[in-house]
């Protein structure tokens, strides 16, 4: 049974930065696209960003491109996702979730597939 445990949310002023870490246990990272979702009050839940497990390669939703860089540590079995310039809008539960589906990123972050393991999630709020 694969499991994810997200830190590192917080309070964090417009401008600012946040790395959110997602620690993985159960399988190792190549076995699986592992991805950031994230859900604003009263919005529907948003793909974010994956990382594909062959070869790392990386799918961001067109509302992060360029502020949000995924990314992974193999040896600890950690991915990561740093956010950089965050927005008021950026505020939410932020979830680490992996599919089996290794290769279709791009699909994950699109919610074309649903991903198959979730973790608890971890709140960000982006406030003056």
């Known amino acids: 049974q694969l499991q994810l445990v997200e830190t590192g949310g917080g309070l964090v002023q417009p401008g600012g930065s946040l790395r959110l870490s997602c620690e993985v246990s159960?399988?190792?990272?190549?076995?699986?696209?592992i991805g950031w979702t994230r859900q604003a009050p009263g919005k529907e839940r948003e793909g974010v960003s994956c990382?594909?497990?062959?070869?790392?390669?990386?799918s961001y939703g067109d509302s992060v491109k360029g502020r949000f860089t995924i990314s992974r540590d193999n040896a600890k079995n950690m991915v990561y996702l740093q956010i950089n310039i965050l927005k008021v809008e950026d505020t939410g539960v932020y979830y680490c979730?992996?599919?089996?589906?290794?290769?279709?990123?791009?699909?994950?972050?699109?919610?074309?597939?649903?991903?198959?393991?979730w973790g608890q999630g971890t709140q960000v709020t982006v406030s003056s």
């Open positions: 990382i594909r497990g062959a070869d790392g390669q990386t």
């Open positions: 979730a992996a599919g089996g589906l290794t290769d279709y990123c791009a699909a994950y972050v699109r919610e074309q597939y649903p991903y198959a393991f």
């Open positions: 159960g399988a190792t990272l190549d076995k699986f696209a």
